[in-house]
């Protein structure tokens, strides 16, 4: 019996470790998106996010639109501020000191909330969702709100391995981010390129931060906490890999998760900071990547 | 226009380069010496903040500036130094030992930081130290019987030697004492073989390798050197702060420092003192433009009769003071430092310079960057 409501505790905790990590894993899939074709690190996608949450809270109680319509305005609107972004600031510093341009987004999120702050306001809101309910499997407790979670990554995941693997856009992101200059050669407009994986990047945060709404409710400092630990996800599965990113963005949420439960207090926020050290200290490039040598 | 006519190795090695320019900073020390006497303990003591963070400064610009290893956990390093002096001032230790006890023990733990870091380069290290100050500060946090949690820690005025440093004016005079021997003594390193393997580290490893430089050796002392001026600036902090708590030694006190070096331009330790002079006082200047604004827009539309002028003047003032909105001007300034001037305030004020001491002759090129296709750091 007593061994019986431990499976159940531990099938609970998996599956809302699982939830959060795919959150994780999304917002790492933009660092590595961004990063993979313009080799800038982008610490702004966590006020991304934040952002895409607030315009959908924006749509639904301030407009009163539906769900769903809150969901594609909010994710478009920050997939277009995203190429804009770097049409207008991020292109300029390609090629320069990777640090310089760390700076650069830590600048950039901290205008966001900033802004976000001056036109929403500093509280904390809730998103109205239409996933309220909850399923009784066996002893475990399916809230909607996690399934949607990891139906929602599933989803996008999907769509966007047939967008990379299957359409002429997507390839030619692959080209471009495998070299660029070739890519030139081959007549494919680089830069149009790089304003749309910054869109694709910046939607996918969006839809995180809608998807990550009623499990934390929507503040100004929500991506910040986000964005550290998806930063930790993709450096543990590799930078520079995607199917690393969500790997990695799932064993920090199922750490963050299990740590919580079992270890004294304290240790459910730096677990995964903890195993990340770990990590860097005996495989320095990561789960998926791949250490590379400069030739001289 | 001057120039430099080099006759010894000895003349390319002075701390200062020649007469004017030893006269032109003994001119700056009459000043700085004067300030407690003719300012008041307000703006005194937002010097010594200053000074403070000059500290940190070039602590994070020999790291960064010099060595080319970017860490975002130097608050933690703040942190253990301040925490370290603090307990060992309440247990009785006297201050100058405490100091050099809380200078030790930061500097081991930055060598325990830095050794796994020698494996890793770029983004990898900047998440490892990220890591290691988000778990740093956790320790605080917990470790009650040493940091007092939550609660928090008082910090006694500093005593040395019987002589009590209580006043505004004497801990200042206290921060300067150790910004100046700071400064001189990384003048010296820096001029040095380890200066010289720090620069040559940071503009190409493999360079620097095979010219040689003994990448773990240096890169440790980088580590360490740097997180030993962190703890000494911890424990001067700790005085001016007076109360401990966790909360303070955030990652966006690390990100703060790492503004610090970048708007005082990366390479220069005129940077470093630009930079803390900027990140030291343009939160009192923002405090100060909130209220002023208003005020004097207002009296500049009762004068000249125009109401809108009122109305922008309370707009500005609301607008600064709502929360977050210093986040956000620091944020803009940093945006605009690496996109417009990369190389800082520093880079600024030698641009004015050339400007100057070449008058007519003043070609616009001088500093133009060099454009690169693209400077790859996938392969290091």
Redesign the interface.
Known sequence: MCRGRKLVTFLQLTLNGLAVGCIYGLVALGFVLIYKAT?L?NFAQGDLLMLGAFVAYMAVIWWGLDYWLAFLISVVTIGVFGALLDAT?LR?????????V???T??????F???A??TWG?EIYTLPTPFGGVWQVGGVTLSHQYISIVVGTLILCGVLYVFFNHTRVGVAMQATSQN??AAYYMGIPVKLIFSLIWAISAGTAAAAGILLAPVTLID?NMGLAVA?KA??AA?LGG??SIPGALVGGIIIGLIELYAGATLP??FK??AP??V??IM??VR???LFGTM????? | MRFQFKTSYNQDIRLFKDRIDTSWYGLLAVAVLAVPLLMSDYYVGEATWVFIYAICGVSLMAL?GYTGL?SLGHAAFLGIGAYAHAYFLQHGVPWVVSVALAVTITTASGIVVGL?AL??T???L???T???G??IQ?VF??WESVTHGFAGMPVEKPTIFGVPFHDEWAFYYLCLFFLVLVLWMTRNLLRSPTGRAWIAIRDSE?AAQ?MGVNLAIYKSIAFAYSAGLMGLAGALFAHKIGYLAPDIFT?LLS?QF??LV?VGGLGSLHGAVFGAIFVALLPPLIAILRDSIPASMNEAAQAMNIKLLAIIGEGIGN?LK????E?????????LV??LE?LGMYGRWVKIRVFFSTFPMYRGATFKRQ??????????
């Open positions: 080799e690190v600031i300029n510093v390609i090629g320069q000191p990777q640090f310089a760390v700076m650069l830590i600048g950039l999120g901290a205008m909330r900033t802004f702050s001056v500093s660029q200059l100004i550290l930063f930790a450096v930078f520079g207090e304290g926020d730096t900071y903890i990340l050290l860097l200290v320095p490039q990561g590379t040598r400069k030739k001289v | 960064v970017v796994p494996r890793m770029g983004i990898y900047t998440i490892a990220l890591a290691f988000v778990i956790e946090s917990r493999i095979s990652i990100i790492l503004l970048i607008f709502k929360p977050g909105v986040a956000g001007i620091f944020g803009l300034i940093l945006v690496i996109l990369p454009k690169s296709y693209m400077r790859s750091e996938r392969l290091r």
